[in-house]
């Protein structure tokens, strides 16, 4: 708990060695002597101004301590990030409430931790692949000086990040922050035929180095966040390419062309391909039509990884069960019949 200038932490007998719950909690608590003890927010009307900037600093300060995604559970058997549990807290409650809603007016207890704390910290961490890190760093630091002691608002601390920024953010603010969008991308379809398919004099046998392919993929934007994305597709040859989508349209059809040789490798395709949007509801790495995924420890809240589900229960516990309910039972909170856990699709 946080008091100006004293803070109180704990642990608990049986916590393993790995278990970085009494450091991720000192380090909160004595964040809070800047995120309200000095920076005097108003907790009870705009609770993301202390608990959300704290949670963000609670992230980047835990991930250059211990190291990014084993910074709150290192053991030989699993591991556990701040920005993976984070997440576990936010899925559960992502459409219901904004940031910026009044502490006293979430729809659930549940609600208030998932938006407040986690929903603000991964807005501010995706925030970074927008701007920089070095930018929102900055901005955090001139918000602190030019508000210590005073009363800053939330508009007060989105102005000064537009303002270090060098643009206007409101088109992410107003989705991030004062909305309830959810933001949710799968890669609908992607695939490889032969170009000459409809030839009926063409070699019913592949000639490498001779027969042409062609390929595409087909992005779906499912949720009513717009958001600017990185898609990579990899090839049978090795071959890489990326390409850019601003997300306005409901989907897009990418990376057609004639190929001689490549083939859409289907356990390599990837939206988000610089891991840069952690406030999500779906998959960040590429899932596989066979149910695997690279980042499977934040797929399924205690169940794809029960050590990370484990903690996000602790963290949050009301949340959490909320969040798994939900996907068990097919919640329109969570997709109802396309929820993103379907085997035959990528998710964003």
């Not at 807005?123 to 800053?152: C, D, M, N, S, W």
């Amino acid at each position: 708990m946080e008091y100006p200038t004293f803070i109180t932490a704990g642990t608990a007998w049986w916590a393993p060695d790995g278990l970085k719950f009494p450091e991720a909690v000192v380090e909160h608590e004595f964040g809070h002597q800047y995120w309200y003890g000095m920076v005097a927010t108003n907790e009870f009307e705009e609770a993301w101004l202390d608990e959300g900037i704290n949670q963000y600093t609670e992230c980047k300060i835990m991930d250059a301590l211990y190291g990014r995604d084993v910074d709150i559970l290192n053991t030989r058997v699993a591991t556990a990030g701040e920005r993976g549990t984070d997440r576990i807290g936010y899925i559960g409650a992502a459409e219901y409430d904004p940031i910026i809603r009044r502490g006293w007016q979430f729809v659930n207890s549940g609600s208030y931790g998932g938006i407040t704390y986690s929903k603000t910290a991964l807005v501010l961490l995706t925030l970074e692949h927008f701007i920089g890190e070095q930018k929102v760093r900055e901005a955090q630091h001139i918000y602190f000086e030019r508000y210590r002691f005073k009363h800053p608002t939330g508009d007060d601390f989105m102005n000064t990040v537009n303002e270090v920024a060098g643009q206007n953010l409101d088109w992410y603010w107003n989705q991030a922050v004062r909305g309830t969008q959810v933001l949710d991308y799968r890669i609908q379809r992607a695939e490889s035929y032969r170009a000459d398919w409809a030839d009926k004099n063409a070699p019913k046998k592949e000639k490498k180095g001779e027969t042409e392919y062609v390929s595409s993929v087909v992005v779906h934007r499912r949720g009513d966040f717009v958001l600017p994305v990185t898609l990579e597709v990899k090839f049978d040859n090795g071959e890489i390419l990326r390409e850019h989508w601003d997300g306005q349209d409901r989907w897009h059809r990418s990376l057609v062309g004639r190929f001689q040789e490549p083939r859409v490798r289907k356990d390599s395709r990837l939206l988000d391909a610089d891991h840069a949007v952690v406030c999500s509801v779906g998959v960040l790495a590429g899932l596989r039509r066979d149910f695997e995924t690279t980042d499977s420890r934040w797929f399924l809240p205690g169940m794809a990884a029960p050590a990370s589900g484990l903690v996000g229960f602790l963290r949050q516990p009301r949340a959490w069960i909320f969040g798994v309910a939900c996907t068990w039972s097919g919640s329109p909170l969570r997709g109802g019949q396309e929820s993103i856990y379907r085997r035959d699709e990528q998710a964003l």
